[in-house]
């Protein structure tokens, strides 16, 4: 049998998935109705900490067109929702529930629930549910004492403890010791569509439906139909089209909860669509970290040791990520560099403020900018020019596989390929970085403020530990691929279409590709931790490898020639030595196997692995500060990203870009802030500034595939999130040069108002 | 009709850019809405007796393009562009932002920096109150509650009154921090008839006699300038809010005033 050939992986093909987004066909949660559905509304805390004396929904109750109110007692039956991620001893008392049962610890918890007959009336009766509460103080800081959080239990869930090597003695014997403190604010994934949940029981088959999952529908699926006390085979997830997921949405929240339980007990469908508000006070934040770290370094600039103490702003509760934030902070904090003898202590505190999960980059965003500040810092200290010294301690190409010695989300960490230098001189070279510096020293000897920041990372992709797929062909030749991965709009079903295009011998865009349908596959770990194109498209390409073997197998019987002289060319199976010879297409075997024992022409395949992938990369900012209202603007941006094998270098391109729009909220705009009564401050969007085209800059991005992954055949690497993990970290190098203040920046996000204290600074 | 609905907290709605968040906030709850689009006699447009007369139901879009030559149609068209988002303009109204008056409104900045005539109507009868005495606080008018905001008069500006205008916000689109509006005349090399005025700042925009006392009668030099901008630093009594305190305010004042009186001189 003829080897395939790479017809589509690696091409920039157009993506499958555009005709119904462009043509309005789009079916987003909010699209979706039933007939007869209830509207549910939630009543939310008014208060960051609060003891629950009374619900009052008399009122609420007795609004016309109100079906039901829920207060914590009816849904006592329902278990706190549990960790997906990052389970450690311990962590079970701080799980939240449905509702609010005795105190509230958040503005926006949800303390009742609303079932009306439009979403109107739901959200007038929610206003009428009165909470009586005595107040609380809260805490609104992470730095500050733990607290009690309930009776016996401190407001510090956990300490992650990750390190190697004799820090200690690396510090005693170190030529230099650079120390920092370091914050990230509070912010997180906004996707343009909300939440939106729609949850009907079909009694006739007894099966509990929920429309608009995403990301994990078979982790959701297997935990609510626990928690309600279903069969798994009684409840299905269907995931629609997902405007954005960014790691907050599809994961299990309270909402969730509601409308399933509601669907069942009030036998009606229940539909919930979050507004933005809610939105920004009730979704996942993430992020916000204070570290204290310090650096032991010879006087070459060598790093001996690297101490980390860290303190991770939970939130009010621990949600499904329990301490993954964390965790992934303390391991991926090394990143591209020998570090001899490295010490982490994450400690995990809750606030009253919203909970916290993962948002793209989860952990590298923080830990990146907490690194490469460092090593600015280091090169400061040392006069050693930054970018020699990063070269000083890299990893060489010669070190891969290169063993950390620290884990995490259950793998240890094996960086499996990566030419670190060889990348830093292609984005110096493509950055024509002397010449540029050049430039930037004219224009600030004609008093700009303006410079440019060069920073290191090191990504994690593609964790296991398995995934499925299934290929089928059927009588007409038409291709089928179903996986148990997640949709949030990044192209899924293009790139997994492409690699079946190549491994099986048909085009691309004939594949249908099904995804997030808990009833058409029985398993699937969905979309996160940039896992989707190297696991799902890895058991795609054993499944598809099958069905291709299969089918020339078949073939050579019916053509009555040799299997090796074969090969399947665009559906058909062709003779490699007469190419317009006799020929038979896939159809025709499927339909000469329909009656066959193995069910026709298809195939099952996992692909499992131990290890996740580490792609890496270099990000460069050139910014321009305005002197007078310290405004920053970033006047061009370079990600250059080596991926190990492309799939579709136009979608890589396009989640790199995305990123770093996202870096760049970040870094300079998105901030949740809280008065000190712990009333959110930012619940719109005038007041939560996205980045928009405006504040865009012209991102340049260097897709390079020198260190394919050992771990997978296609030496396949993930694309999600390396354009935000190192955005933090440029700007603030691009802006303290810009500055010629080294070290000016410690804190994210760099608003206008703080930039304007520094600048103050400077002028005494 | 609002004369009968006013006392029952009905409510105009013109654009309803900023009427309609705020109900969707359920911050507003008026019982009745008063819905104007559609007379024509507000859609009016034109120059009358020396000043640009600006109908309740003219759109911001309407002033993309000059709606008229000289010095004001391009100050109001250089503006107009500072003004939120395109589809924002579509609706929006100029009177409709006078109403509201949002302490960072740019068209409240150039009403009291230009010196409007707001022409208030209801069963009562009808009045002018001149821009000066309309604006009383945070989004707080002269106007009662059965007044109409029928019509804004803006005095056409001479041939040779020169004008600069420089706002700050975070995004392209996003309320002003602070800005200024300048216009000035020069004749003989010296400042005559500076205007400059600051919004975003402070409760309200208003003229900022210390920084006009510091340019009229001198010649725009860049210690004038700065000067200038210096005394509406100092003169205002600024807002604080999540995105700046007094300091960073004053900064902002400071730098919009020099940059649009830049503008001016240039």
């Given at each position: ?183 990230v604010g509070?912010h997180?994934?906004v ?96 992020r ?72 793209r980059a989860?952990?590298r965003f923080e830990?990146t900018f907490?690194?490469e500040r460092?090593?600015d ?9 930054p970018i ?39 984005t110096m070279?493509h950055l024509d970085w002397?010449a540029l510096q050049?430039r930037l020293a004219q224009r600030r000897?004609a008093?700009e403020l303006v410079g440019a920041g060069l920073v290191m990372f ?159 990369g270099v990000h460069a900012a050139v910014v321009a500060i305005d002197r007078g209202t310290g405004a920053v603007t970033v006047e061009c941006y370079l990600v250059a990203y ?11 391109e396009g989640q790199l870009v995305g990123g770093v729009l996202q870096g760049l909220g970040g870094s300079l705009y998105e901030e ?16 939560y500034l996205l980045p928009t085209a405006r504040e865009a800059p012209p991102v340049d991005v260097l ?18 999130e390396g354009g935000a993990s190192a955005v933090g970290a440029a700007v603030a190098a691009a802006i303290d040069a810009a500055l010629g203040m080294p070290g000016a920046v410690t804190a994210l996000p760099v608003t206008p108002r703080k930039m304007r204290?520094i600048l ?5 | ?167 700050f916000s975070r995004r392209a689109g996003d309320?002003?921090i ?65 995105q ?11 730098a ?11």
């Open positions: 049998m003829a080897q395939p050939k790479q017809k589509f992986v690696g091409r920039s093909v157009l993506r499958l998935e555009d005709r119904p987004l462009l043509t309005g066909a789009g079916r987003f949660a909010a699209d979706i109705s039933f007939p007869g559905q209830l509207h549910m509304r939630v009543v939310r805390s008014a208060h960051a900490h609060a003891r629950i004396l009374a619900v009052h929904t008399a009122d609420a109750a007795a609004l016309p067109g109100v079906h039901a109110i829920w207060t914590a007692a009816d849904v006592a039956h329902i278990p706190p929702i549990d960790f997906r991620l990052t389970k450690l001893v311990g962590l079970e008392p701080y799980r939240q529930r449905a509702l609010a049962t005795d105190r509230l610890r958040y503005v926006g918890e949800p303390v009742a629930a609303v079932f009306a007959e439009s979403a109107y009336v739901a959200e007038d009766a929610a206003e009428l549910v009165q909470v009586e509460v005595e107040e609380l103080a809260p805490v609104l800081d992470a730095l500050q004492e733990p607290q009690a959080f309930a009776d016996g239990l401190r407001s510090e869930p956990a300490v992650v403890r990750k390190g190697f090597g004799d820090v200690d003695a690396a510090f005693r014997k170190a030529h230099t010791v650079v120390e920092l403190d370091l914050t509070r997180s994934g996707p343009m569509e909300t939440r939106g949940l729609i949850a009907r029981h079909d009694r006739t088959r007894d099966v509990l439906e929920l429309y608009g999952a995403a990301k994990v529908p078979h982790w959701n699926r297997a935990q609510i139909a626990r928690m309600l006390g279903r069969a798994l085979e009684s409840v299905q997830l269907y995931e629609g089209h997902v405007g954005g997921g960014f790691g907050v949405r599809g994961e299990l929240y309270p909402e969730d909860l509601l409308v399933c339980a509601a669907a069942l007990k009030l036998a009606r469908p229940v539909k919930w669509i979050e507004d933005r508000r809610e939105h920004l006070l009730a979704t996942n934040h993430s916000q970290q204070s570290h204290r770290v310090r650096a032991a370094v010879d006087a070459d600039g060598r790093i001996l040791a690297i101490d980390d103490e860290f303190f991770t702003d939970q939130g009010a509760y621990l949600r499904t990520h329990a301490a993954t934030v964390t965790d992934l902070t303390a391991a991926m904090l090394p990143g591209p560099y020998r570090v001899p003898a490295y010490r982490a202590v994450g400690h995990v505190r809750l606030t009253n403020k919203t909970p916290c999960g993962t948002y989860p952990g830990s907490v690194r460092l090593v810092a280091i090169a400061t200290r040392l006069d050693i020019d020699e010294l990063r070269r000083r301690n890299l990893i060489t190409a010669a070190e891969m596989p290169y063993l950390r010695t620290l884990g995490t989300l259950g793998t240890e960490i094996e960086l499996d390929s990566g030419d670190y230098a060889g990348l830093l001189d292609k070279a002397p050049r000897a008093d090191v990504e994690k992709t593609g964790l296991g530990p398995r995934d499925l797929a299934r290929v089928s062909v059927d009588g007409d030749g038409a291709v089928e691929v179903v996986t148990g991965a997640a949709s949030v709009g990044q192209g899924v079903e293009t790139v997994i279409a492409q690699i079946c295009a190549d491994a099986l011998g048909v085009d691309y865009a004939g594949i249908r590709v099904v995804h997030g349908q808990t009833d058409r596959i029985a398993f699937g770990m969905g979309a996160f931790a940039s896992r989707v194109t190297v696991m799902t498209g890895e058991a795609t390409r054993i499944a598809a490898a099958k069905v291709r073997a299969r089918a020339v197998e078949v073939a050579a019987e019916l053509l009555q020639a040799p299997p090796d002289l074969l090969d399947v060319v665009d559906g058909r199976v062709v003779r490699t030595d007469a190419p317009e010879g006799p020929s038979i297409s896939l159809g025709e075997i499927a339909r000469t196997l329909a009656a066959s024992p193995d069910g026709g022409l298809c195939a099952e395949s996992w692909f499992q692995t131990d290890h996740m992938n580490y792609p890496y080596d991926i190990g094998k492309a799939v579709n270098p136009m979608l890589v949740f802030r809280y008065d000190e009564r712990g009333e959110p401050l930012c619940v719109t969007f005038a007041d897709i390079s595939e020198d260190a394919p992954s050992p771990l997978n055949p296609l030496g396949l690497k993930g694309a999600g204290e103050r600074q400077e002028t005494l | 009709m609002l004369g009968e609905y006013a006392a029952e907290d009905g409510r105009i709605l013109a654009g309803g850019q900023s009427l309609v968040p705020t109900m969707a906030f359920r911050l507003a709850k008026p019982a009745h809405l008063i819905d104007i689009n559609g007379i024509a006699a507000l859609e009016k447009l034109n120059v009358e007796n020396g000043s640009l007369s600006i109908g309740a139901c003219v759109r911001h879009a309407a002033f993309h393009r000059p709606a008229l030559a000289g010095p004001l149609g391009a100050l109001l068209t250089t503006v107009v562009h500072h003004i939120a988002h395109y589809p924002i303009r579509l609706r929006g109204t100029f009177c409709g932002s006078l109403a509201h008056a949002d302490p960072a409104s740019e068209w409240c900045l150039v009403a009291a920096t230009v010196g409007a005539d707001i022409t208030a109507i209801s069963t009562r009868g009808t009045r002018t109150i001149a821009a000066a005495d309309f604006f009383a606080g945070i989004m707080t008018t002269a106007l009662a509650e059965d007044e109409l905001l029928a019509r804004v008069n803006l005095p056409v500006l001479s041939r040779d009154t020169r004008f600069g205008f420089c706002e309320y002003a602070a800005m200024t509006l300048a216009t000035l005349r020069l004749e003989g090399g010296a400042i005559v008839d500076p205007r400059v005025g600051v919004g975003g700042a402070e409760a309200f925009p208003r003229r900022i006699p210390e920084a006009e006392a510091a340019l009229a009668g001198r010649a725009p030099n860049e210690a004038v300038l700065r000067a200038a901008a210096d005394a509406a630093a100092h003169a205002i009594d600024p807002l604080e809010d999540i700046a305190d007094a300091a960073y305010r004053r900064d902002l004042v400071r919009m005033t020099r940059r649009a009186l830049a503008r001016a001189c240039a």
